[in-house]
């Protein structure tokens, strides 16, 4: 487990928050966990209610979609850096619109999403760069998920 330092660092290192300011980092750390994850655990699964955010820190998560008719489907491989569970911070709809398997022992970091969300109502900077961020991974999502779907119905 990292001690406050670590995890400071560890925060900062993250190009998603090379942006904030000490401040926000050191709000941010109020939010955040490292959880770790073994060869097919599942993190989170498509339709339940989302309370985190994760950045992956080691490893490898398989993004898999319920596709009718299909079953479920691998949507993208999600590797070291790479933020999932961004449905978390949606105002109004939290439910997660994919399940997460651990494709690959994995060490992430966990950000209470009720937590983050009070941090953007009362740190408008960092909710500002918070939600830019946010939009551009739903906007990457979806277009990964068509290309799937199209793939899936042209094949």
Not at 22 to 31: D, F
Not at 87 to 116: C, G, Y
Request: aromatic share 8%; hydrophobic share 45%; glycine share 6%.
């Amino acid at each position: 487990m990292l001690n406050q330092v670590g995890m400071i660092a560890t925060l900062k290192s993250i190009p998603w928050f090379h942006d904030l300011s000490p401040e926000s980092i050191q709000n941010l750390l109020k939010a955040a966990e490292i959880r770790s994850f073994e060869r097919d655990d599942v993190i989170f699964t498509e339709g339940e209610l989302n309370q985190f955010l994760y950045v992956i820190l080691k490893g490898r998560i398989q993004i898999e979609s319920f596709i009718p008719g299909h079953g479920l489907r691998p949507i993208y491989i999600a590797e070291p850096l790479d933020v999932i569970g961004w449905s978390s911070l949606t105002p109004v709809v939290r439910q997660n619109p994919s399940s997460s398997r651990v494709i690959e022992k994995s060490r992430l970091i966990a950000f209470r999403a009720e937590k983050i969300q009070h941090l953007c109502e009362i740190d408008h900077e960092l909710g500002f760069i918070i939600m830019q961020r946010v939009a551009n991974i739903v906007a990457s999502c979806m277009l990964n998920h068509r290309i799937k779907l199209l793939g899936l119905m042209s094949g």
